[in-house]
């Protein structure tokens, strides 16, 4: 066997890889439907959401000569554009839908066709988390109310390794949804684009080498 190929059994044995079907999103509920009869749709969003995807990272160039052969240089970056989409099975009383359907109606009025802004209790945004979970589970930890972490023994919980976080999220749009009687054991699947400001990942803990308190402040005070 060659050293190449020990030396990549070695690492995929002690590293592993990331699978693409351990993940989870979060999708706190936004201000403005707080208040509505929406509040056990959000704990199925995570259950039920079937395919997601972080977001790509693109850096904008533009041509540059000076006294020699022209070159790209970079002056911008975004994160996507077009937004992230993510994919929900729908329960059968369609209340996942409905969702959307109101958190929607909150952005554009769809009768006076006004469009709220993006504050106080018309707060129509929320931050969107997806994360990467490993395979390798540690101690679950709870909160006290004053915030102390304790283990629960014998509980387990995923390591979350990598996420993202899209600040500033709502639904741009969501699909068509097709009926058909000839589809007698088919379920209705609902994919939602989002629109976000901005995009956070936990490796910037890592690259600009802060500590995780201080990670939580820095997101606190750019929201």
Partial sequence: MSSSLERFISEVNTRGLARTN?????IPTPRCIA?????????????????????????????????????????SIDYGGEGVSLTFLIDRNM???AYFDVWMNK????YEYHSYYDEKETK?????????????T??????????????LSGAEDVNTEYFVKLRDAFPRNISL?????????????????????????????????INSSEWNQLNTEIG
């Fill in 22 to 26: 351990l993940f989870s999103v979060e």
């Fill in 35 to 75: 208040g509505n009869s929406v509040r056990s749709v959000p704990q199925l969003l995570n259950v039920f959401c079937q395919s997601a995807s972080f977001p790509p990272t693109n850096i904008g160039v533009r041509d540059l000569k000076i006294n020699g052969p022209t070159y790209k240089r970079p002056y």
């Fill in 95 to 97: 209340e996942l839908k």
């Fill in 107 to 110: 952005i554009i009025d769809p």
């Fill in 124 to 136: 129509y945004t929320t931050d969107i988390t997806i994360r990467q979970i490993s395979e390798v």
């Fill in 138 to 151: 540690a101690p679950k930890v709870v909160y006290e109310n004053d915030g102390t972490p304790s283990f």
């Fill in 177 to 209: 949804i097709e009926l058909d009687t000839s589809a007698q054991n088919a379920t209705h699947k609902l994919n939602v684009n989002f629109a976000y400001r901005k995009v956070m990942f936990s490796s910037d803990i890592y690259i600009n080498n």
